[in-house]
C-alpha cells in the first residue's frame, strides 16, 4: 500500500470524474440540468471500445464515443428547451435509455477480447520532481494529461472570455441574455451537446485507459451520479471540480488496495482477515457523495452561492420571470 | 412560443407554417390517454429499429413478448408475479412524485425492505416455528421500518440541509446492495454461497398453488399474496392522497410550494414524512418479493432494478394509483418477456425510449399544433 502508487492511480480514475464533473458543469451553467450523464458515459464507454475492436484505431474510438454521447444528449435538449419538459424526469429518461441501447449495443462485447489502448507516458523533466513527479506525470494515460489542461481551459473559458460570459448569462439570466441578443435556445443546445461530449470523453476514458473493456452497467458503477454530485460540491468551479475529482479516484483506489496487506499500521488488517468487510469499503465512495453534498449544500447558504439562478427552468420567450 | 417554418413543400400547396400555441382550455378526457398510447406505440417502433439495426428481428421480439406474458394462464400468473414488485416501488414512486420530491431511491428502499424481512428470519427475530399469522405480519412491519428508515435519511438531509434527494436516494441505492451483499457473503451465507438458507415455509406468503389440492386449476400457479398486498395499498394510496387533508397538502406542495408556504403548510416535514412513506411502500414491496418469491436473502433477484422500473411505470400512469396496477401488468409482462429476449438488454432500452417518448409527448398535452397555409396568415 504505497501512497505514491495510490494517488498515482488515484488521479487517473479521477480524470473520468474530472471530464464528466466539466462537462455536467458546462450543461448546468447554461442553466440545463442534465442527470442522464451516467447513461451518456455508458454510451460513450461501449462505442469507444466497439470502434476501437473493429478499427484498432482507439483515437477513432474517442471520436465517435464523444460524437455518440453529444448526439444522445440533444435528446435531452429537444425535451427540455424546446418542448419546455421538465429536466429532472427527462435526465432521469436519458440515463435509461443511454444504459439500455449501450447494453444493446455493446452485447457480447465484454468477451470481445483485447483492444489497442490510449497511449501512456512520462513528461521528460516534470517527473522527476519528488513526490509530485510520480504521482501526476509519470507512466500516466494521454487522457490524464488532457485533463490537466482541460481545468485550466474551462476555468478561463468561463470567467474570463466573452462566449463565456454569454454562458454565464443564459444560466442566469435568460430573458436578459435574449434582449442582448444572444441566442438563449441555440447557446442551451450547445452548451448541452458540450456536456454530452465530454461525457462521452469520460466513458471512453474508463473503457480505453483507466478500466480497459466493457462490463455492461458495471463500467461506470454510478460515477456519472457522482460526477452531478460533484457538480454541486465544485459550486459549478471547474478548478474545485478537479479537487473533488482527484480525491475520489484517489479513494476509489485506496478502497481496492486496503484489503492487500497483512498488517495495517502494525496492526493486523481487519479487511484482510474479514473479507467481507470490504462491502463497507465499496459503500465509501457513495456515502462520500452524500457528505460532500451536505458540505456543498450547507457553503452554498453560508458565502450565499448557489446554482446558476435558471438552473432547471426553461426559458419561454415573453413569458415573466427569470 | 416557438415557431417552425417548413421548406416550401411544393408550388401547389405553397409554403406551410407549423404554430403551436398554448392550450387554453382542457383537452377531453380520452385526449393524455390517446397521447400516452400514441407515445407509447412510437416507443415500441424506435425500440423495433435499435433491435434491427444491432441484428435482431424485432417483429419475432415482440411477438415472442405478447407470447411468453399473457400467452397461457401460467404465463399469466408469471406476469402478475412480476407485476407486484413493480406495482409497490411504482406507488411509493408516486406519492413522492405527487410532491415533486425526486425519489428515484425505490430500489435501495425495495432493497432493504427485503433485507429487514429476511432478518426477521436470519437474525432470528423469531423461531423458524413462528405461526405464518405472527411470522408474516412482522416481516411485513420489518420490511416496511427498514424501508421507511431508508427513505427518512434522504428526506432528513433534504429538509435539514437542503441536499439534492435524487443524488443522496441514488447513493443509497448502491449503499443498500454492499449491505446486503456483507450479510449474505459473511453472516447468513450458506455453505459459502452467495445467499442465506432457504426460509421456513411458515414465513412464505400463500401462493396460489397452495390450494391446488381443493381447486386444481391452480396448480403451478405461483402468484401470491404480494399482488393482493399492492392492490390493497394503491387503494390505501388513493385514500390518502385524493381524500385526506394530508394528501391535498402534498399535492398542494407538488403544485405550488410558494402557496402551500403561505397555507401555512410545514414543508420540511412533509418532505421527511413523504419519503418515509415512500420509503414504507418500496420496503413492503421488497418484504413481498422476499416472503412470496425467493424466499431467501440474494442479491442478484432482489437488486433486478424494480425501483427503476417502478419510476417509468408511475410517470405513465401519470401517478394515478389505480392506473399504476394496470401498468404494472404491462411492465411485469415486458420484464418476464424480456429474460429470454436477446440481446438481453432490450427491456431496459425499451422502456428508457418509452420514458423519452412520454415525455415529450406531454407537450401535446400543453400545447396545440396548428398548420396554417401560406395567405391565410392569422
New interface residues.
Partial sequence: MDPIIILQAGVATGTVLLFATIGEIFSERAGVLN?GVE?MMLIGAMSAFSVTISTGNPWLGVLVAMIFAGLISQ?HA??TI?????Q???G?????????????????LSKAGTVSLLPNFSIPLLYRIPFIGPIFFENQSIMVYIGYLMIPLAWNYINRTRPGLHLRAVGEYPSAADALGINVFRMRYLYVFVGGMLAGLAGATISLAVAPGWF?ELTT??QG??A??LV?FAQWDPVRAAVGSYAFGALRRLILDIQGPLTLFGFDNPFYY?P??G??L??LP??F??IV??IG??EA?RKRLGAPAALGNPY???ERGL | MIEKTSPQSGPRTGSFRIKLEPRLQEPPRWYPVAVSVGAIILALILGGIVIALSGGDPFRSYAHIARASFGNIGVISDTLVKATPILMTALACSIAFRMKLWNIGAEGQFIMGAFGASAVVLAPLLPAETPAWIFIPVMMLAGILMGALWGFIPGFLKARFNVNEIISTLMLNYISISWVNYWIFGVWSEGGFQMSPRFPKTSWLPRLLDYAESFPILRGLTTHAGLLIGILAAFVVWLLIYRSRWGYEIRLIGDNPQAARYAGIDISRNTILVMMVSGALAGLGGMSEISGVVHRLQTSPIAAGYGFTGIIVAWLAKLHPGVIIVVSVLFGALLLAGREIQPSGVPKMIQGIILVCLIASDFLLRYRIRIIRAGTEE
Avoid: H, K, P
Fill in positions: 442527470l447513461g435528446i429537444f425535451i424546446t418542448l419546455q419538459a421538465d429532472v424526469v427527462s432521469l429518461a436519458l440515463t435509461f435509455l443511454g444504459t439500455g441501447i449501450s447494453l444493446v449495443l455493446g452485447e457480447g455492461s458503477a454510478g451520479w457522482i452531478i454530485g454541486i474479514n467481507y468487510w462491502f463497507f465499496q459503500m457513495y456515502a457523495t452524500v453534498l451536505v449544500s450547507r447558504i419561454i420567450r415573453g
